[in-house]
């Protein structure tokens, strides 16, 4: 459950970090294990993704298709870094004081987040793709089929991960749209030693409110002897 405010924040006043809120909340478990498995990735590829067969030329396991190896470190480097910057963001969302700093790191990690989902459904059809054309020849002794294996795994689960991301952020941004975007006035419960004013109204009823700051109308009784001895006599000619 997000805290009242803007964005799924509270005030920026006096908003401390707690480490262990942080690492527990079930949003930056997934950035860590995206980041997790950003790393699995690309470290795969580029340590047992190549193999040299018979030549001094490096071949990609995936059917000696280096568009594939290439797309993979790519999209994992790619992820890895902004799964950082995003742990970072998320550290110092609560103490952004602009709603519109807030309105904005939330819309770039829904656009973010969702990309990068629909990159790594990308590039797991790709490598798997690749992978099932690749024959038994081209790897001797089966050389890098386990990096390429965890490679695939891995891209199937950073599928996920994001693809939850990318909703918990669509829902900040939906929730934050439909609360306060300028102000944290209307948030505020009234102040509990307001007294209550009773306004008068023409009818003899009273109308009680809370608001200490709202003036009583400027109404008057009026006597209807004295509208009678006022009102103007026009001159006879």
Known sequence: ????????????????????AFFTHPRTILRLLSWVFSI????CIVNEGYINIGSERLL???????????????????????????LIVDVYFPSM??????????????IFSGLASFLWFVGFCFLANQWQATSPDELPLAQGSDAARAT?????????TWAVLTLSALRRYLTGSKTNLFTWQHLDPAPSHARAT????????????????????????LDPQKLTQQRPVAPAF
């Open 97 to 110: 004081s602009n709603i519109r700093d807030r309105k904005r790191a939330v819309l770039l990690d829904l």
């Open 40 to 43: 699995v990735v690309f470290s």
């Open 198 to 221: 009773p306004y008068p109204i023409p009818n003899g009823a009273t109308i009680v409110t809370t608001n200490p700051y709202q003036a009583p109308p400027f109404t008057e009784t």
């Open 152 to 160: 695939i795994t891995f891209s199937f689960f950073s599928i996920l």
């Open 1 to 20: 459950m997000e805290a009242a405010g803007g964005y799924g924040t509270r005030k920026a006043a006096g908003v401390r970090f707690d480490p262990v």
């Open 60 to 86: 990609c396991v995936f059917n000696n298709n280096a568009d594939a190896c290439n797309y993979g470190i790519t999209v994992g480097v790619a992820c890895f870094l902004c799964s950082i910057c995003f």
